[in-house]
């Protein structure tokens, strides 16, 4: 499978004013909006935090700091509000790969399209 990138705003949803623009990976087998520890102080402070552990792909246990409410909004997509999660990243080339979890997609109304390698408009939200 091929890799899909998209454009993202990220926002604090009391602050709006603290505000990120990046470039983001899909990794389906995620769940959130997932962004770099060394981030944390671009979105100011949140009304909640807390602490959670989560499993890499590699199996590791790793503990991240989920902070809400934020406002996520996919290029192209519906704006949606949510949580991000930070964890410890190690930076590639000199830069991050904050990922975009399914439960972002499936609020945001987006579809991965395997075929096109691209993300696509979901027309109905599931209800069965």
């Given at each position: 499978m091929g890799r899909i990138v998209s454009s993202v705003t990220i926002?604090?949803?009391i602050h709006p004013e603290f505000e990120i623009r990046c470039d983001a990976l899909v990794d389906t087998g995620t769940s959130g909006m997932i962004l770099p520890a060394a981030w944390k102080d671009r979105l100011g402070n949140f009304a909640a935090t807390r602490?959670?552990?989560m499993e890499t792909a590699d199996q590791r246990i790793v503990t991240a700091?989920?902070?809400?409410p934020a406002r996520v909004q996919i290029e192209g997509f519906d704006l949606v509000f949510n949580e991000v999660t930070y964890i410890h990243m190690a930076?590639?080339?000199g830069g991050y790969e904050p990922l975009i979890g399914y439960i972002i997609l499936e609020q945001s109304r987006a579809a991965v399209d395997m075929i096109g390698h691209r993300l696509v408009p979901i027309k109905y939200m599931d209800l069965k």
């Open positions: 926002a604090n949803a602490e959670i552990r700091e989920v902070c809400g930076p590639v080339e």
